[in-house]
């Protein structure tokens, strides 16, 4: 099973998709996404100043595609960064030991609502928030609680850890009653990664559910 794919099968074929790519890290998802959609309009977020240096040579911010080096979450403001030495691996939330790779910074990143972007920059409908933030998903969830409440996001694609490699992590159970209570249904969990004999993290797609559906 490919996520992007059934990404791209629940979307109306001519539809040209708006798309948040949080976490973009250095462009791993841009490009998953400019294969599987004709014309996407992608939003990508990346804190981490180091990812960000090579998601901005990699990729030219156009009207297709912006750039933002911010970090996302239920607040605004600012918040310490836990850089890695791996970058997919930074995060807004403290390492634990078994997390892997080395805190090599920690810089101040300013940190935005998707509600509040939206806001800003005139987004009425995502078709898709494909989120990836180690740890920190939950949190850019309920920063977006007035778009999914009104039924203005159609797929939420997310990380799901089960294993504590950072502190203060929510479990899986508290992250599916709030897309549950959002009026989002689970269609598919993808490859399992595991650690020790068990489960560790996962991808998760959730479609919103549609009345009467």
Known sequence: MNAFQDMAKLVPEKTRPIIFDVGANVGQSILEFNNRFKEPHIHAFEPSPRAFARLKQEFE?????????????????????????????????????????TVVNRPCVDVITIDNYCQQVGIENVHILKVD???????VLKGSKNLMSSGRIDLIFL????????KDLPDFGEIYRFLE????????????????????????????TLTGG
């Open 133 to 139: 933030t180690q740890g920190f998903d939950f949190e």
């Open 181 to 208: 209570a959002s009026r989002f249904h689970l269609v598919s969990f993808y490859k399992f990664y595991y650690m020790e004999n068990r489960a560790a993290w996962t991808d998760a797609l959730f479609a919103r």
């Open 159 to 166: 990380e799901i850890l089960f294993v504590d490699m950072y």
């Open 61 to 101: 911010s156009s009207d297709k595609l912006k750039l933002n080096q911010l970090a996302v979450g239920s607040t605004n403001g600012s918040q310490v960064l836990f850089e890695n030495s791996h970058t997919e691996l930074s995060s807004l939330l403290e390492p634990e030991v078994i997390c892997g790779g």
